[in-house]
């Protein structure tokens, strides 16, 4: 059956077998550099099957696979192997007056079990690269597939086998549901999804108190306003929004154009598309798709209002949308209410600073906004004022290739954050060890006090 990995009762076993944190045996540093430059060189090998698996799944082209999956995980897999000696070292700590002579040292320990929960829009690189961080910082884990790649499922578990026995990495297909496996002990599980499936792993990781980190989505604000470029502006929003058809967590959800420069804007955005994407990009076949029937219905259903600036045709057979911009929309669209993750961008005007400023201030807090021009005071509330996961000028979905910037999100668009280091500390516990000496011990520290002991302790702890 599809998506099927190992039989269901094995790996039931497994699941009840495994050990956490109490029980862990961590392999060495050097075996584990080993098994990631092992893991990056089949990566490579294996890179026509990647591109083959993804067209299957959603049409996506080559080139865009090449840039949003395997340049990328290749880029953290060599990072955590460089640098896995240096991360993996404990570090010495400052010591203080009151617990003089003890050395601290701060060491990194794995959580233990892992549970890596992923999704279909990035599969390779958003089950792997979290897959990757927890076992280069000692962890055993369990990835949890997306029924809906199945692939590029099938490309991931053979690489896996291929490199990391199923003590390391074990991977779940549709064998179980996901509740069947948050009834596993975990000791932590980071999540790639939206917020309903959040909220379900966070009430059940709640009874364990199992830390998380939830990579969620949101409504991402694009604003444009007087002074941006606007032909640069259109270039990468149309860029920035239609890459993968629409379907990355960061990607523009809306936009907000100022009203004094909409016509011409809209003008150089629908040319960018065209140049882009062609006349009819359906009928190029290299157009991304959606994943199943209820993705491009839920997306179908989205085109029912507004008015059509550009695209609106589909294409069902490949479960494909061309990209369309929309305005005129009632207040209380849908298209503004909810995560569109699709290749559907619609417009709402604005006329000035203060009326973008209140617009965004009821806003739940998104995992990325995009600003191009606006005033001072536009761009000094969305620095230091308005929370979301990431602020971007004068650019879209880019950050997201920076390894050294965090990424994650804030309130409703998740919490906790990984690329480049955080990919390692994200699944380590920082745990302090204090080594007292047993040469020296000081006999004011125990009562009875004598009567000078606070005059004494006030003097050297509580001045200026």
């Avoid at 969620?216 to 239609?242: S, V």
Wanted: hydrophobic share 40%; charged share 20%.
């Amino acid at each position: 059956m599809p998506g099927k990995i190992m039989d269901r009762e094995v790996l039931l076993q497994a699941l009840a077998s495994g050990k956490s944190a109490a029980g862990l045996t961590v392999s060495p540093v050097k075996l584990r550099r080993i098994k990631l430059r092992d893991f990056r060189r089949r990566l490579i090998a294996a890179k026509a099957e990647i591109y083959a698996a993804l067209v299957a799944d959603i049409n996506r082209d080559q080139v865009e696979t090449l840039l949003a999956e395997l340049l990328p995980l290749v880029q953290i897999a060599k990072f955590l192997e460089k640098h896995l000696p240096s991360l993996s070292r404990s570090r010495r700590l400052s010591g203080s007056l009151n617990t003089f002579p003890a050395t601290a040292r701060l060491h990194r320990e794995p959580y233990g079990r892992v549970l890596v929960i992923s999704t279909w829009n990035y599969p390779l690189l958003l089950s792997l690269e979290p897959v990757l961080g927890a076992f280069a910082a000692g962890n055993k884990v369990v990835l949890k597939l997306s029924p809906r790649s199945p692939h590029t499922n099938e490309v991931i578990v053979k690489i896996l086998k291929s490199v990391f026995s199923s003590d390391e990495i074990l991977t779940v297909g549709t064998e179980l549901t996901l509740d069947e496996i948050l009834d596993f002990h975990y000791d932590y599980i980071f999540l790639t999804g939206n917020s309903a499936t959040g909220r379900k792993v966070m009430a059940r990781a709640a009874a364990d108190l199992t830390p998380c980190t939830m990579e969620l989505g949101g409504k991402n604000p694009c604003i444009i306003a007087e002074g941006a470029n606007l032909r640069l502006a259109a270039r990468r929003i149309a860029w920035g929004k239609f890459f993968n058809a629409g379907q990355s967590c960061a990607a523009p959800d809306y936009l907000l154009v100022q009203r004094s420069i909409k016509d011409e804007f809209i003008n150089h955005l629908t040319t960018e598309i065209r140049r882009m994407y062609g006349d009819n990009p359906l009928a190029s076949g290299t157009f991304t798709g959606m994943p199943d029937g209820d993705a491009y219905q839920r997306m179908i259903d989205l085109l029912s209002e507004g008015r059509l600036i550009c695209g609106g045709d589909r294409f069902p057979q490949q479960f494909a949308v061309e990209p369309t911009v929309i305005d005129r929309l009632p207040v209380n669209s849908r298209l503004f209410s909810e995560e569109i993750f699709g290749p559907v961008l619609p417009v709402k005007e604005f006329a000035t600073t203060e009326e973008v400023i209140s617009s965004l201030s009821l806003l739940e807090r998104p995992l990325a906004a995009y600003c191009f021009g606006g005033s001072r005071e536009l761009k000094d509330f969305l620095k230091y004022n308005f929370s979301c996961g990431a602020m971007v000028f004068n650019d879209v979905l880019i950050h997201f290739c920076n390894m050294h910037m965090p990424f994650g999100g804030v309130g409703a668009s998740g919490f906790g954050a990984y690329h480049g280091i955080r990919t390692f500390t994200t699944f380590t516990h920082e745990k302090p060890v204090m080594i007292q000496s047993g040469w020296l011990d000081i006999p004011l520290r125990y009562p009875p006090w004598p009567r000078f002991m606070r005059r004494l302790l006030e003097f050297f702890t509580l001045r200026g």
